[in-house]
């Protein structure tokens, strides 16, 4: 990995170092970002993304440039840097960085892995992270890769949340297998291949003979398929019924169920059953396909309405 001649955010204009004015930008907004609650991390996949040049054609950022630049006094200025920041800001993202190195933060716990590593966000589709903010009182919290939502939510509030949920399918198991909601969803495979047929048939010059082979693999494949949902919502059916109401979280329950968790703004959430079913804390939703859930949460994401770069300073 190279290093530069000179810091981030100067350049050297016929022997005197300069500020360059792109840079200097981006160092401010570190310190920022920074002040503000952003980890290092955090920063410098926000400087990858928005592809900010460390050097010419290189973007590849990581917490340990970070951390020397917001060590590094020359840009508070001297006889030779002249200066990006005030010293007031400097002292601050050390205050910062004091307050991190001393208050403790949470640690994940094994049980806890599965329940964060597939949480979704239900404004765009995409991957919640959990995070710990060691400056703020409410210092975990979830944010979006992708558009940057924030919800102040713990790990424990979620696995409570969790718990609750599941309490209310384990005292009424026949709510994920209702006539109402448990409709067969088609994968994408059965689609193209009903449209393939519908085509063949639509089309002068086909061989009938052809037509009726695709015809007969499609249903054979449909009734695999309807077989192994309905065995799927069997199985959790009955893992409902052999459960005794939870007094805490169960992670066996939790692997056993869910296949992902969406979050809402407000820190509502959804859980998404492995047959599909949804239920949340607010109410029991009904079925999804999960299939086309990443193909939705593309096209949300195009019109998501939540500021890029986290949540605005006053």
Not at 190 to 214: F, H, N, P, S, W
Not at 216 to 225: N, P, V
Request: with cysteine; charged share 35%.
């Amino acid at each position: 990995m190279k290093n530069r001649r000179i810091p981030f955010g100067y350049e050297m204009k016929r022997g005197i170092i300069v500020l360059c004015e792109r840079e200097a930008e981006t160092v401010k907004r570190i310190f920022c970002e920074y002040i503000d609650g952003l980890v290092l991390q955090d920063i410098a996949e926000s400087l990858k993304r928005r592809k900010i040049e460390y050097l010419p054609g290189e973007s590849d950022w990581n917490k340990n440039r970070v951390k020397r630049m917001i060590d590094d006094i020359r840009y508070c200025g001297n006889e030779k840097f002249p200066a990006v920041i005030s010293l007031e800001t400097y002292n601050a993202a050390k205050l910062v960085k004091a307050e991190r190195s001393t208050v403790n933060t949470y640690t994940l716990q094994k049980e806890d892995k599965p329940v964060i590593k597939n949480i979704r966000c239900s404004c765009c589709g995409g991957k919640l992270r959990h995070i710990t903010n060691n400056r703020n009182k409410k210092n975990e919290h979830f944010v979006c890769d992708d558009c940057r939502l924030t919800v102040y939510k713990t790990v424990s509030e979620l696995k409570t949340d969790i718990t609750e949920i599941l309490n209310r399918l384990i005292a009424e198991p026949s709510l994920i297998v209702t006539e109402e909601t448990g409709g067969y969803c088609e994968s994408p495979d059965i689609r193209c291949k009903t449209g393939e047929i519908e085509r063949m048939t639509a089309a002068l010059d086909v061989e009938a003979e052809t037509v009726q082979k695709l015809i007969f693999e499609c249903a054979e494949e449909k009734y695999r398929e309807i077989k192994s949902e309905h065995h799927i919502t069997d199985r959790l059916k009955a893992e409902l019924i052999n459960t005794a109401p939870l007094s805490c979280f169960s992670e066996e329950l939790f692997e056993k169920t869910v296949t992902a968790i969406t979050m809402e703004r407000d820190g509502n959430i959804q859980l998404i059953l492995k047959n599909g079913f949804v239920a949340g804390n607010r109410q029991i939703s009904g079925y999804i396909d999960t299939r086309e859930i990443m193909k939705v949460a593309e096209h949300n994401r195009k019109f998501c309405s939540i500021p890029k770069h986290g949540r605005k300073r006053k």
